[in-house]
């Protein structure tokens, strides 16, 4: 792609859109920034950026701007529904992705991975066998370091791993991975999403430019990859349960993989769908390389990331756990799967748009009492508080007020909230520190 002189529109000006800024400025491009943010919370970004000649619009978007652009850069998040993008779609402007972006820049092999959930935790998985086996690993986009970061300059890595979300994949024409794995595919996201289709169809785009040489690694039982198999032209390997021999399957008690057999007793990662996250980074690693003692030690010895099932230890004899991760209901039927029974359930966040439907028949099993907190309190408790009591709480503090009023000893309590947390916090990780904050001043007071 040719860049020098050319008009290129960077939207959001978060850590994404900064990077891109930076890597276009020194590509010869002539650069603008776009962002809906006020000129004070931009002070430093805008500070960086002025001495480069880069302009930064701020406190919203003008037409003005994105019609000058002959391609535009959409930081993740950043939604092709914004009107000044549907208007520069019409004016037949590139719109792409930052990781459309860097991808043209990328020269070493990459495992891309997708999914509705457990995204993070495969991702870090994967990257962590690499390094046992002496990989030196990229670890990023979606997660921690955006990819653009190091596009034009990857040398140093032998292997990039790389988290995609469906605002990411929904803006690639080009990206082509060597090893795409789809986790699972789940209604999410449909703030952002025009449809639930939409939404499938930028998971998919993962695999649309591979051919017959690569990879691509899905969940076996998922209607909705399932659905959509004859499209990938990439050699295909399944994992789930009782599979055939040209997939990875778990058995109740270890995984093969074609004449493999994987006892990954003694590993720290619990609940069942942590077997699919598994059974995923073998199949991945395996491709890359690596040898079967090499990944099962790393499973073994890999430690759980935080606030994904995060258990927190005992108060007042109940158990005590942390999964603000799970920002949808998929995730939090996950996590109550794995959680023991009687359940005081902590949900509720910024409403996505998605039915809390399939929650329904784990909360009449398993949660004794729902406590319901932020944005979409009131319709959680209308479509899952039909045959289980619901409470309502302002706060996080005031929702495990109400758990110690109804504890009793052997409960699971589980924050697991199905929702996004940008209603009452600045992220998932700010909602997850906070409820951690309480409990344990509970257990030291």
């Not at 457990?118 to 986009?141: D, H, N, P, Q, Y």
């Amino acid at each position: 792609m040719k860049l020098k002189d050319k008009n290129v529109l960077v939207v959001g000006l978060g850590k994404t859109g900064l990077e891109t800024a930076m890597f276009l400025y020194e590509k010869g491009a002539q650069v603008r920034v776009s962002d809906m943010s006020t000129p004070e919370k931009l002070a430093k970004e805008i500070e960086l950026l002025g001495p480069k000649g880069i302009e930064v619009e701020s406190g919203g978007h003008t037409d003005e701007t994105f019609l000058w652009a002959e391609l535009i850069v959409l930081s993740p998040g950043v939604p092709y529904t914004t009107p000044e993008v549907r208007k520069a779609l019409k004016e037949n402007i590139e719109v792409i992705s930052e990781v459309e972006l860097a991808s043209i820049f990328i020269t070493k092999p990459v495992i891309a991975v997708t999914g509705s959930n457990g995204k993070t935790t495969t991702c870090t998985l994967i990257s962590e066998i690499l390094k046992k086996c002496g990989k030196k690993v990229f670890l990023g986009a979606n997660i921690g370091t955006p990819l653009i970061s190091i596009a034009d300059r990857d040398s140093e890595y032998d292997v990039l791993v790389l988290e995609l979300s469906s605002f990411q994949l929904q803006g690639v024409y080009s990206f082509r991975p060597d090893i795409a794995v789809v986790l699972n595919i789940s209604p999410n996201h449909l703030d952002h999403h025009e449809s639930y289709t939409e939404y499938i169809e930028s998971k998919m785009k993962i695999a649309m430019n591979q051919r017959s040489d690569d990879i691509f690694i899905y969940k076996s039982d998922d209607e909705e990859i399932n659905n959509r198999l004859p499209r990938v032209k990439a050699n295909k390997i399944p994992f789930g349960d009782a599979l055939s021999e040209n997939g990875i399957s778990y058995n109740g008690c270890c995984v093969r993989y074609e004449n493999e057999i994987y006892e990954l007793s003694g590993m720290k990662l619990r609940g069942r769908h942590n077997i699919d996250n598994i059974m995923a980074a073998i199949a991945g690693t395996r491709a890359l390389g690596c040898e079967p003692v090499q990944i099962k030690k790393a499973v073994i010895e890999f430690d759980p990331l935080p606030h994904r099932n995060e258990y927190l230890g005992e108060v007042r004899g109940a158990y005590f756990y942390n999964d603000s991760k799970s920002t949808s209901p998929g995730a939090t039927l996950s996590a109550l799967e794995s959680t023991r029974a009687p359940v005081i359930l902590i949900a509720g966040g910024k409403d996505k748009g998605v039915s809390y439907d399939a929650l329904s028949n784990i909360v009449n099993e398993k949660v004794k009492v729902l406590v319901l907190i932020g944005e979409a309190r009131q319709r959680m408790s209308e479509e899952l508080g039909g045959n289980v009591r619901s409470i309502m709480a302002d706060t996080l503090k005031g929702a495990v007020d109400s758990v110690l009023d109804n504890l009793e000893p052997r409960d699971s309590v589980l924050f697991s909230p199905a929702c996004s947390s940008f209603d009452m916090f600045e992220s998932y990780e700010d909602r997850g520190r906070r409820f951690k904050e309480i409990v344990e001043n509970i257990r030291y007071s």
